[in-house]
């Protein structure tokens, strides 16, 4: 496919050439940002079920929800109203991250909810000093306690999802196979480079996962052809199919591991965290 207009050079370099690439540098806590700047991509849906698939396997992870929209939070059934502390008291009011955690309906995993005042949070970053470094900083206080958290970030490439790629290991990016998808993935790409070379020289992209992938469409086809192309192996070979479980499952307040865990969508979501774990962890030696 050659119409979309995507400059080759700039989606092929670094940081995938980089050897940070290398899953080498582990740290105990390894903290994941799902990014992707456009909005319904299915960062929230990846998020949601990613870190559920990854608790089922006896893992412990945080799912930390940096989106306003608060949709990580009411998809795993947190009433955000209730919750007295969220990442917004984290991020911008220096509460300990221990008091901002809710539990779950999946053992292992636990939520840090978006608080209502998150949406303010944009505007009142700009005039914090180290304002890239809040989210960095309150993660110093997660002492090891979870394997992986994962960020759920807003559909911007804003301050709050600065604040994630600061705070980061890696980089999962959910992308719909769409027209313009590469486009905005290597702007994406170019940002997490900036941010690498700016402000955390650990960052890199861990993967790409294709989402909500129609066989039957002929573009889905093309533009997973093309990434793959582009990307090589960074992205998974796990794809996300377009499942309507998936969809219902938030209003139910559940991942749809949870809610049907036998149809096609959670039993892509159990091979991604498979290949996932195979990535972080390392089954080469
Ligand atoms: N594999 C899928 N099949 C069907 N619907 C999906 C799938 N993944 C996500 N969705 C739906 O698409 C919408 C956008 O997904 P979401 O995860 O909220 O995207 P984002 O967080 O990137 O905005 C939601 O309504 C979600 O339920
Ligand atoms: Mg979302």
Known sequence: MTDIPVSSATVRGAPFSSPEFDVASRSANRILAIANQKGGVGKTTTAINLATALAATGRRVMLFDLDPQGNASTGLGIDRNAAESGSYEVLIGGAPIATATAPTAVPGLVVVPASVDLSGAELELVDIERREFQLKEAFNSLNDIYDYVLIDCPPALGLLTLNALVAADGVLVPLQCEYLALEGLSQLVRTVERVHNAFNDRLA??????????SRNNLS???????????????????????????????HGKPVLLYDFGCSGSQAYVHLAGEFLRREEGDSS
Do not use: C, H, K
């Open 205 to 214: 992209v861990q993967g790409i996962v294709l989402t909500m992938f129609d």
């Open 221 to 251: 086809n093309l533009v997973a052809d093309d990434v793959r192309s582009y990307f090589g192996d960074v992205v998974y070979e796990s794809v996300i199919p377009r499942n309507v479980r998936v969809s219902e499952a938030p209003s």
